[in-house]
């Protein structure tokens, strides 16, 4: 801050000297009877100047954005002086008195225009004109501006039509499969709304609720940020799609315990390292699905083959070869918990919630470009997600599959237990010291010797208990281990 | 195959805000910064700056946000 003040009184030093040089033209300006007195020495200077062309008088004014020049009929009294400054504000009132002058009104001058000739047309700096050429800023930035307005509310619009030719086309077919379709959470009672639900100009949602084996269903229409212009500029460098994200939440009872996943590859490489599941329990590289007949751009993610090839029926290659390039990724998983969380050392001291989930994630054809006719063609997709739901009702793993599948998840939970084991520790250990402290505060507040005696007592048997406890344990492992 | 038990409500939709987008808050940050600059400093592109700042940060937010703080930020 000191330095900002600093570099600001820096600044105004030349400010103030560049108006010195106004001395020349302006005297008895109000404003330049304060600098005359400052600069005093310039004013010996002006007024020889001054007296060497006796015909004109210049005066500018340097706050205001114009510049007029005035001739002023000088009268050898004061009195003129003084009413011509009552007038402008801005005219000299030096010692012409002897010569008289005629008013004529100049063409403007410029502050820079030396005083030797005695008529010169000089160019206005461009801060004093009054033209439009002066604002040439102004007006590059309002045109901006105005730009960016027009296209949030282009691509605004844009969106909310792709949004809404997305819902007719999958209505129907949402509304055979799902009692509650549109619900926001605001309302007491569960209607389907019917609508979409708008969550920011680029997201709208949609919960379908009531069918089998599912709990409920969340889709997500993530299109692209076309009401902003610099997305907009940005996806000109690097292009991008609209995506449609379908997370279908399972009942317990459901859904076996599994998880799977296949997509592009690289989809399947971003989602191996940031998605909690399939970093635990897929191990492996993604690997192609050329044996299932997939095309080679989507690969496979697997706790076991045993699920990929339950997974991989008929039904399902169909789907995953016809729409393979609308297919982003599908994820099936029993413990999903969503994206690897950041946490702080020493604060994750349990392992977080997971939900029997199956996740979908489309783009929409186009790659920008869209259309609302582009939204019928992920019609099928959306059957793809209930045949998917069936099939992860009815998919059991056999008994070899389900013994590998508690293994691997004892083990991630093992895995987890040791890493917060320190942490867990040093939870108990200062727990359990806040619980002596308490205990000590609340002899010491004890106001009855009596009782405080007695407390401290207490306290010390109990002490005596636990020191006991842990030789006979001592003692007990020394023997095991004998 | 429809119409069985009918399940109801939506869970409030991802209130993590760790995966939300920060442009907007980036944004409206900058926005302060520069009209603070411009202000201070008394120069006019920063606080054009500042207002295409305030004006990204509107098309970028979340509609959970306040409209008041909207127009403050404009401001």
């Known amino acids: 801050m ?12 030349p400010w103030s000297f560049s108006l010195a040089k106004y001395d020349d033209f302006e005297d008895g ?23 060497e062309s006796p015909q004109r008088i210049i005066t500018t004014e340097d706050d205001e954005e114009e510049a007029t ?28 008195d002897d010569e008289e002058f005629e008013g004529y009104e100049e063409k403007p ?7 030797k000739d005695p008529i010169t047309i000089v160019n206005v700096p461009a801060h004093l004109q009054n033209s439009w050429e002066s604002y040439y800023m102004e007006i590059l930035m309002v045109t901006g501006l105005l730009a960016y307005i027009m296209n949030y509310i282009i691509g605004k619009n844009k969106n909310n039509r792709l949004a809404h030719a997305w819902f007719n086309t999958h209505r129907e077919l949402l509304e055979s499969n799902f009692a509650l379709v549109g619900d926001d959470g605001t309302s007491k009672e569960a209607t389907s709304t019917g609508k979409l639900n708008q969550e920011n100009e680029h997201i709208y949602n949609l919960w379908c609720s009531g069918r089998v084996c599912c709990e409920g269903m969340l889709i997500q229409l993530k299109f692209l940020k076309r009401q902003d212009l610099l997305n907009v500029l940005a996806r000109m ?28 590859r690289k989809a399947l490489v971003r989602l191996q390292k940031e998605m909690q599941d399939l970093s635990e329990f897929c191990s492996d590289k993604p690997k192609s699905g050329a044996k299932y007949g997939l095309p080679d751009s989507l690969a496979i993610l697997s706790e076991m083959g045993e699920v990929t090839e339950g997974m991989m029926d008929a039904k399902m290659i169909h789907f995953l070869t016809h729409y393979a390039d609308k297919i982003d ?19 994750l001291t349990k392992l977080p919630e997971t939900k029997k989930t199956l996740l979908f994630t489309f783009n929409v054809p186009g790659s920008g470009n869209t259309s609302p006719k582009d939204m019928e063609s992920l019609l099928p997709l959306m059957s793809m997600v209930i045949y998917s739901i069936d099939k992860a009702k009815k998919f059991r793993l056999n008994r070899e599959g389900k013994q590998k599948a508690d293994k691997n998840r004892a083990r991630v939970e093992e895995n987890f237990l040791k890493l917060t ?18 205990e000590k505060e609340r002899i010491m507040n004890e106001e009855d010797p009596e009782k405080q005696r007695r407390l401290e007592e207490a306290a010390l048997r109990r002490e005596q208990k636990k020191l006991e406890k842990k030789q006979m344990k001592m003692k007990q492992i020394k023997v095991k281990a004998m | 195959s429809p119409l069985p038990p009918a399940r109801y409500k939506p869970p409030a939709t991802e209130t993590n805000p760790a995966l939300e987008d920060p442009t907007p808050d980036y944004m409206n940050l900058l926005g302060m910064v520069f009209s603070m600059c411009g202000l201070m400093l008394k120069l006019k592109w920063c606080a054009w700056i500042a ?14 946000e306040d409209t008041k703080q909207m127009m403050s930020s404009f401001m």
Do not use: W
């Open chain 1, 2 to 13: 000191k330095n900002l003040y600093i570099f600001i009184a820096v600044l105004f030093i």
């Open chain 1, 29 to 51: 300006d109000d404003i330049m009877e304060y600098d005359d007195n400052d600069f005093a020495e310039f004013e010996d200077v002006s007024e020889d100047t001054v007296t």
């Open chain 1, 69 to 96: 020049v005035e001739l002023e009929g000088q009268d050898e009294n004061q009195e003129d002086f003084d009413d011509a400054d009552t007038q402008e504000g801005d005219t000299e009132s030096e010692p012409y």
């Open chain 1, 109 to 115: 001058d410029a502050s820079h225009s030396k005083n």
């Open chain 1, 237 to 264: 460098m690097r292009p991008a799609s609209d995506q449609v994200q379908i997370k279908v939440t399972m009942n317990d009872e459901d859904m076996d315990t599994y998880v799977f996943a296949v997509g592009t």
């Open chain 1, 329 to 347: 990724s599908v994820q099936f998983s029993d413990q999903f918990s969503g994206p690897k969380l950041m946490q702080e050392e020493g604060q």
């Open chain 1, 421 to 438: 084991h320190v942490q867990r520790q040093e939870a108990a250990q200062s727990r359990r010291e806040e619980k002596k402290r308490a």
């Open chain 2, 51 to 64: 207002v295409y700042c305030s004006f990204i940060s509107f098309a970028n937010s979340r509609s959970s």
